[in-house]
Protein backbone atom coordinates (compact mmCIF):
# COMPACT_ATOMS: atom_id res chain seq x y z
CA UNK A 1 0.00 0.00 0.00
CA UNK A 2 2.66 2.65 0.70
CA UNK A 3 4.56 1.79 -2.35
CA UNK A 4 1.55 2.41 -4.31
CA UNK A 5 0.97 5.60 -2.47
CA UNK A 6 4.35 6.35 -3.12
CA UNK A 7 3.71 6.27 -6.54
CA UNK A 8 0.40 7.68 -6.77
CA UNK A 9 2.49 10.71 -5.55
CA UNK A 10 5.37 10.86 -7.64
CA UNK A 11 3.07 11.09 -10.98
CA UNK A 12 0.98 13.90 -9.37
CA UNK A 13 4.36 15.32 -8.56
CA UNK A 14 5.56 14.76 -12.22
CA UNK A 15 2.13 15.86 -14.02
CA UNK A 16 2.02 18.87 -11.72
CA UNK A 17 5.64 20.18 -13.04
CA UNK A 18 5.06 19.76 -16.35
CA UNK A 19 1.92 21.50 -16.11
CA UNK A 20 3.40 24.55 -14.54
CA UNK A 21 6.73 24.52 -16.98
CA UNK A 22 5.04 23.62 -20.25
CA UNK A 23 3.99 25.35 -22.79
CA UNK A 24 7.22 26.49 -23.30
CA UNK A 25 7.55 30.05 -25.63
CA UNK A 26 9.30 28.03 -29.02
CA UNK A 27 11.46 29.40 -31.90
CA UNK A 28 8.14 31.45 -32.96
CA UNK A 29 7.31 32.85 -29.84
CA UNK A 30 3.81 30.55 -29.41
CA UNK A 31 3.59 28.01 -26.59
CA UNK A 32 4.73 24.84 -27.49
CA UNK A 33 8.36 23.16 -27.53
CA UNK A 34 11.06 23.93 -30.31
CA UNK A 35 9.18 24.38 -33.32
CA UNK A 36 5.44 23.05 -32.84
CA UNK A 37 2.60 24.81 -30.80
CA UNK A 38 0.34 23.20 -27.80
CA UNK A 39 -3.09 23.65 -27.16
CA UNK A 40 -1.30 24.56 -23.56
CA UNK A 41 -1.48 28.44 -23.49
CA UNK A 42 1.44 30.20 -21.79
CA UNK A 43 1.76 32.06 -18.45
CA UNK A 44 1.18 31.24 -14.66
CA UNK A 45 -0.87 33.05 -12.54
CA UNK A 46 -0.25 36.25 -10.55
CA UNK A 47 1.27 34.76 -7.17
CA UNK A 48 1.49 37.91 -4.87
CA UNK A 49 0.20 36.56 -1.26
CA UNK A 50 -1.46 33.98 -3.33
CA UNK A 51 -4.10 36.34 -4.83
CA UNK A 52 -4.79 39.51 -7.23
CA UNK A 53 -7.00 41.26 -9.03
CA UNK A 54 -4.73 39.88 -12.41
CA UNK A 55 -5.48 36.79 -12.07
CA UNK A 56 -8.17 35.09 -14.35
CA UNK A 57 -7.97 38.36 -16.73
CA UNK A 58 -4.17 38.40 -17.81
CA UNK A 59 -1.41 35.66 -16.98
CA UNK A 60 1.69 36.77 -15.54
CA UNK A 61 4.50 37.03 -18.84
CA UNK A 62 6.23 34.29 -19.56
CA UNK A 63 10.07 34.56 -21.50
CA UNK A 64 11.97 32.34 -23.61
CA UNK A 65 15.25 32.18 -25.07
CA UNK A 66 17.08 30.09 -27.69
CA UNK A 67 20.00 29.01 -29.35
CA UNK A 68 20.74 26.72 -31.99
CA UNK A 69 23.90 25.97 -33.45
CA UNK A 70 23.79 24.36 -36.89
CA UNK A 71 27.22 23.90 -36.87
CA UNK A 72 27.45 21.85 -40.24
CA UNK A 73 26.03 24.77 -42.00
CA UNK A 74 28.24 27.09 -40.18
CA UNK A 75 24.57 28.86 -39.29
CA UNK A 76 24.11 30.15 -35.32
CA UNK A 77 20.23 31.03 -34.77
CA UNK A 78 18.93 32.90 -31.98
CA UNK A 79 15.35 33.56 -30.89
CA UNK A 80 13.58 35.12 -28.16
CA UNK A 81 9.92 35.98 -27.12
CA UNK A 82 7.76 36.62 -24.97
CA UNK A 83 3.69 35.59 -24.48
CA UNK A 84 1.35 36.43 -22.05
CA UNK A 85 -2.61 34.70 -21.98
CA UNK A 86 -5.71 36.46 -21.20
CA UNK A 87 -8.91 35.33 -19.53
CA UNK A 88 -6.96 32.00 -19.24
CA UNK A 89 -8.03 31.14 -22.91
CA UNK A 90 -6.24 33.26 -25.85
CA UNK A 91 -2.45 33.67 -25.39
CA UNK A 92 -0.71 36.39 -27.45
CA UNK A 93 2.91 36.61 -28.08
CA UNK A 94 5.77 37.51 -29.96
CA UNK A 95 9.24 36.16 -31.01
CA UNK A 96 11.82 37.53 -32.41
CA UNK A 97 15.09 35.83 -34.50
CA UNK A 98 18.30 36.74 -35.60
CA UNK A 99 20.12 33.95 -38.09
CA UNK A 100 23.63 34.05 -38.59
CA UNK A 101 24.76 32.27 -41.51
CA UNK A 102 28.45 32.82 -42.04
CA UNK A 103 28.92 30.76 -44.56
CA UNK A 104 27.50 33.05 -47.07
CA UNK A 105 28.99 35.98 -46.33
CA UNK A 106 26.64 38.88 -45.43
CA UNK A 107 23.66 37.52 -44.98
CA UNK A 108 22.13 37.48 -41.95
CA UNK A 109 18.42 37.28 -41.24
CA UNK A 110 15.80 38.69 -38.81
CA UNK A 111 12.88 37.14 -38.73
CA UNK A 112 8.91 38.76 -36.55
CA UNK A 113 6.07 36.47 -35.35
CA UNK A 114 3.38 37.57 -33.92
CA UNK A 115 1.24 35.17 -32.47
CA UNK A 116 -2.81 34.23 -31.47
CA UNK A 117 -3.89 31.15 -30.06
CA UNK A 118 -7.14 30.47 -28.34
CA UNK A 119 -7.67 27.26 -26.43
CA UNK A 120 -11.25 26.15 -27.55
CA UNK A 121 -11.94 23.12 -25.67
CA UNK A 122 -10.37 22.21 -22.17
CA UNK A 123 -8.29 18.93 -20.83
CA UNK A 124 -10.73 16.62 -19.57
CA UNK A 125 -13.54 18.70 -19.89
CA UNK A 126 -17.40 17.59 -19.06
CA UNK A 127 -15.16 15.52 -16.34
CA UNK A 128 -14.43 13.19 -19.23
CA UNK A 129 -10.38 12.04 -18.67
CA UNK A 130 -9.84 11.07 -21.95
CA UNK A 131 -11.03 14.64 -23.99
CA UNK A 132 -7.50 16.34 -24.85
CA UNK A 133 -6.95 20.44 -24.43
CA UNK A 134 -8.00 21.86 -28.17
CA UNK A 135 -6.82 25.28 -29.49
CA UNK A 136 -6.75 27.28 -32.78
CA UNK A 137 -4.39 29.71 -33.43
CA UNK A 138 -2.31 31.56 -36.13
CA UNK A 139 0.66 33.76 -36.87
CA UNK A 140 1.32 36.70 -38.93
CA UNK A 141 5.33 36.12 -39.65
CA UNK A 142 7.85 38.46 -41.51
CA UNK A 143 11.42 37.67 -42.66
CA UNK A 144 14.07 40.44 -43.43
CA UNK A 145 16.40 39.44 -45.78
CA UNK A 146 18.43 40.24 -48.72
CA UNK A 147 18.31 36.23 -49.77
CA UNK A 148 14.20 36.65 -50.35
CA UNK A 149 14.77 39.63 -52.41
CA UNK A 150 17.19 37.63 -54.28
CA UNK A 151 15.32 34.40 -54.50
CA UNK A 152 11.84 36.02 -55.44
CA UNK A 153 10.19 34.95 -52.29
CA UNK A 154 7.55 37.13 -50.02
CA UNK A 155 8.81 38.68 -46.98
CA UNK A 156 5.37 38.09 -45.31
CA UNK A 157 3.73 34.88 -44.40
CA UNK A 158 0.70 33.88 -42.22
CA UNK A 159 0.53 30.34 -40.47
CA UNK A 160 -3.03 29.08 -39.18
CA UNK A 161 -3.10 25.45 -36.98
CA UNK A 162 -5.42 23.39 -34.84
CA UNK A 163 -3.96 21.49 -31.93
CA UNK A 164 -4.69 19.08 -29.22
CA UNK A 165 -2.39 17.91 -26.04
CA UNK A 166 -3.82 15.54 -23.79
CA UNK A 167 -1.48 14.59 -20.43
CA UNK A 168 -1.58 10.84 -20.09
CA UNK A 169 -1.17 10.00 -16.69
CA UNK A 170 -2.65 6.51 -16.12
CA UNK A 171 0.37 5.32 -17.63
CA UNK A 172 3.79 3.84 -15.52
CA UNK A 173 4.93 7.64 -15.97
CA UNK A 174 3.44 10.64 -17.13
CA UNK A 175 3.03 10.79 -21.01
CA UNK A 176 2.54 14.16 -23.16
CA UNK A 177 1.24 13.86 -26.32
CA UNK A 178 0.25 16.75 -28.73
CA UNK A 179 -0.90 16.74 -32.74
CA UNK A 180 -2.13 18.93 -34.71
CA UNK A 181 -2.54 20.30 -38.42
CA UNK A 182 -0.52 23.63 -39.90
CA UNK A 183 -1.52 25.53 -42.61
CA UNK A 184 1.50 27.75 -43.60
CA UNK A 185 3.18 29.00 -46.62
CA UNK A 186 6.98 28.85 -44.39
CA UNK A 187 10.12 28.08 -46.63
CA UNK A 188 12.31 26.84 -43.77
CA UNK A 189 10.64 27.62 -41.61
CA UNK A 190 10.12 31.16 -42.40
CA UNK A 191 13.71 32.21 -42.09
CA UNK A 192 14.32 31.84 -45.85
CA UNK A 193 10.58 33.44 -46.69
CA UNK A 194 7.42 32.89 -47.65
CA UNK A 195 5.88 31.51 -50.87
CA UNK A 196 2.40 29.15 -51.91
CA UNK A 197 0.51 27.23 -48.75
CA UNK A 198 0.76 23.87 -48.07
CA UNK A 199 -1.00 21.40 -45.04
CA UNK A 200 1.37 19.45 -43.14
CA UNK A 201 0.53 17.33 -39.69
CA UNK A 202 2.87 18.00 -36.46
CA UNK A 203 3.32 16.33 -33.27
CA UNK A 204 5.00 15.62 -30.26
CA UNK A 205 5.35 13.06 -27.43
CA UNK A 206 7.22 13.70 -24.01
CA UNK A 207 7.80 11.17 -21.13
CA UNK A 208 8.58 12.18 -17.29
CA UNK A 209 10.89 10.00 -15.90
CA UNK A 210 11.13 11.71 -12.73
CA UNK A 211 9.23 15.09 -11.04
CA UNK A 212 11.73 17.27 -12.82
CA UNK A 213 12.92 16.18 -16.24
CA UNK A 214 11.01 15.55 -19.74
CA UNK A 215 12.62 13.49 -22.44
CA UNK A 216 10.58 13.68 -25.50
CA UNK A 217 10.68 13.93 -29.54
CA UNK A 218 8.90 16.32 -32.17
CA UNK A 219 8.34 15.84 -35.53
CA UNK A 220 7.20 18.67 -37.85
CA UNK A 221 6.08 17.53 -41.63
CA UNK A 222 7.66 19.56 -44.33
CA UNK A 223 5.61 21.90 -46.78
CA UNK A 224 5.43 21.91 -50.45
CA UNK A 225 4.65 25.89 -50.96
CA UNK A 226 5.07 25.96 -54.60
CA UNK A 227 7.83 26.53 -57.39
CA UNK A 228 9.57 22.97 -56.72
CA UNK A 229 10.45 23.97 -52.97
CA UNK A 230 9.38 21.34 -50.36
CA UNK A 231 10.86 22.06 -46.58
CA UNK A 232 12.65 19.13 -45.25
CA UNK A 233 10.74 17.14 -42.50
CA UNK A 234 11.88 18.83 -38.61
CA UNK A 235 12.96 16.36 -36.03
CA UNK A 236 14.08 17.16 -32.95
CA UNK A 237 15.13 14.93 -29.49
CA UNK A 238 15.01 16.70 -26.40
CA UNK A 239 15.26 17.01 -22.40
CA UNK A 240 13.73 19.60 -20.32
CA UNK A 241 15.29 20.20 -16.67
CA UNK A 242 12.46 21.75 -14.42
CA UNK A 243 14.92 23.62 -12.34
CA UNK A 244 12.37 25.72 -10.24
CA UNK A 245 7.93 26.16 -11.09
CA UNK A 246 9.41 28.79 -13.08
CA UNK A 247 12.80 27.86 -14.70
CA UNK A 248 12.99 25.38 -17.39
CA UNK A 249 16.63 24.78 -19.20
CA UNK A 250 16.06 22.41 -22.56
CA UNK A 251 18.60 20.87 -24.36
CA UNK A 252 18.29 19.17 -27.66
CA UNK A 253 19.31 17.79 -31.09
CA UNK A 254 17.40 18.57 -34.35
CA UNK A 255 17.44 17.76 -38.20
CA UNK A 256 16.08 20.60 -40.58
CA UNK A 257 17.20 18.93 -44.13
CA UNK A 258 20.01 19.65 -46.58
CA UNK A 259 22.22 22.35 -45.67
CA UNK A 260 23.52 22.89 -49.18
CA UNK A 261 19.94 23.85 -50.25
CA UNK A 262 19.26 26.35 -47.82
CA UNK A 263 19.68 29.45 -50.71
CA UNK A 264 18.62 27.71 -53.22
CA UNK A 265 15.52 27.43 -55.37
CA UNK A 266 14.16 25.57 -58.14
CA UNK A 267 13.78 21.72 -57.33
CA UNK A 268 14.82 22.15 -53.62
CA UNK A 269 12.60 19.12 -52.40
CA UNK A 270 14.77 18.54 -48.78
CA UNK A 271 15.33 22.10 -47.94
CA UNK A 272 16.85 23.13 -44.57
CA UNK A 273 19.44 24.10 -42.64
CA UNK A 274 21.14 21.43 -41.90
CA UNK A 275 21.30 19.73 -37.84
CA UNK A 276 23.08 20.80 -34.53
CA UNK A 277 22.69 21.65 -31.14
CA UNK A 278 19.72 23.74 -29.63
CA UNK A 279 19.49 24.81 -26.07
CA UNK A 280 17.18 27.29 -23.98
CA UNK A 281 16.04 28.91 -20.92
CA UNK A 282 12.82 29.78 -19.97
CA UNK A 283 10.92 31.76 -17.20
CA UNK A 284 7.41 32.13 -16.42
CA UNK A 285 7.06 35.17 -13.84
Known amino acids: MTNKLFALATLTAAATALHAAVPLNNLQGAGGIAFNPLAYTAGLPWEYGGTTNLNGIVSAPQFGAWYVNL???????YAGSAAITFFD?????????????????????????????????????????????VAVGGIYKH??????????????????????????????????????????????????????????????????????????LEYKQGARVGDGIRNHDYYDGHV??????????????????????????????????????VLSVQYQF
Open 71 to 77: NDADINW
Open 89 to 133: RLEVSYGYGYINARKYGDKSIETHNVGAKLRVLDENAFDQPWIPA
Open 143 to 216: TDSKTVDALGLDNYGFDAYVVATKLITQTPVPVLVSGGVLYTDEVVNGVVGHNDYDTVVFGNVDVLPAENVAIG
Open 240 to 277: AWFVTKKLTLVAAFAETGDKDKFYRRGSAKNLGVGSGL
